[in-house]
């Protein structure tokens, strides 16, 4: 019998918010209000507190690698704690550790919504999201030791996450066998979001009229995300950032990056890209 949790997976930057609040609206009846930091599908599987309360642990002197054991409990506890559908964010790796235990065990999953986007948009936003050079992002981007979470003077309440390659965390999402997914382009999404949200609610086993989809999909437009923002702010926005909730398009790569960055994004990920159907007609 499946596990409650539906995982929102994502590579950093690809719509995973966008996700959650399309849901969190689609969850709630038509007309309710609440707090745009308050949105479905909250990352509650990477808080150090929680896991080492749940195992007894002490996880800031614990590697990855050890700990990935316990947060497969962990994941497993939430599951057995919450009905289904029971939503979770994440921006790990699909990842098995020693002896094939799964971070995200089968048993505790009904379901994997993977959001994949153009890595060439992906290094502009992430970039902007962490204040940080393109060219550093690009070379963070085909860095298969990438971390999250991971500071050289302090110890996060947030679990260390292994992205490593753009190219092997969608590998490793979409070619995994034990979960059902539900595959996702962050530019299809753009394209018709009420779609891509009633692909979520079946892939969840919610019950939902095209109505209550089209409607959550609007309320959801980026347009309203930035106003809830200006109005609320936004808890998940890193603290130097000056807004979470940007440009929300598609193709900015096409007057943003350089030719020889695109060049070195198509070189480091060709092959998934080509498999997305991301690869610039030039290159093709």
Request: proline share 6%.
């Amino acid at each position: 019998m499946p596990g409650s949790i539906v995982w929102l997976a994502s590579y950093p930057k690809s719509g995973n918010t966008w996700v959650r609040a399309m849901l969190t609206h689609l969850l709630h009846a038509p007309g309710e209000d609440f707090s745009v930091n308050a949105l479905a599908g909250a990352p509650e599987g990477g808080d150090r507190h929680s896991l080492d309360d749940a195992c007894a642990i002490s996880s800031a002197e614990m590697t990855p690698a050890e700990l990935l054991p316990y947060r497969a409990l962990l994941h497993r506890q939430m599951a057995d704690e919450n009905s289904a559908p029971h939503f979770v964010k994440t921006h790990d790796r699909y990842a098995l550790g020693a002896g094939g235990t799964a971070l995200f065990p089968a048993d505790a999953s009904r379901a994997a919504i993977y959001i994949v986007r153009n890595p060439l948009d992906v290094a502009l936003s992430f970039a902007h999201h962490g204040q940080q050079d393109v060219d550093a992002t690009i070379a963070r981007m085909a860095n298969p030791e990438a971390m999250l979470n991971v500071w050289p003077d302090r110890i996060s309440d947030f679990l260390p996450v292994h992205l490593g390659r753009w190219s092997d965390h969608v590998a490793g999402w979409t070619r995994q066998k034990a979960i059902p997914l539900c595959l996702l382009r962050y530019e299809d999404m753009l394209a018709d979001p009420a779609t891509a949200l009633a692909r979520i609610a079946a892939a969840a086993g919610i019950d939902a009229s095209p109505a209550a989809i089209a409607a959550a999909a609007a309320a959801s437009s980026f347009d309203r995300l930035r106003a809830r923002e200006a109005d609320e702010g936004f808890t998940e926005k890193p603290a130097n950032m000056p807004r979470f909730f940007r440009a929300g398009r598609a193709g900015e790569w096409r007057s943003a990056l350089t030719d020889a960055q695109i060049a070195r994004i198509v070189a480091d990920h060709r092959d998934r890209m080509a498999a997305l159907d991301y690869l610039p007609a030039s290159m093709a």
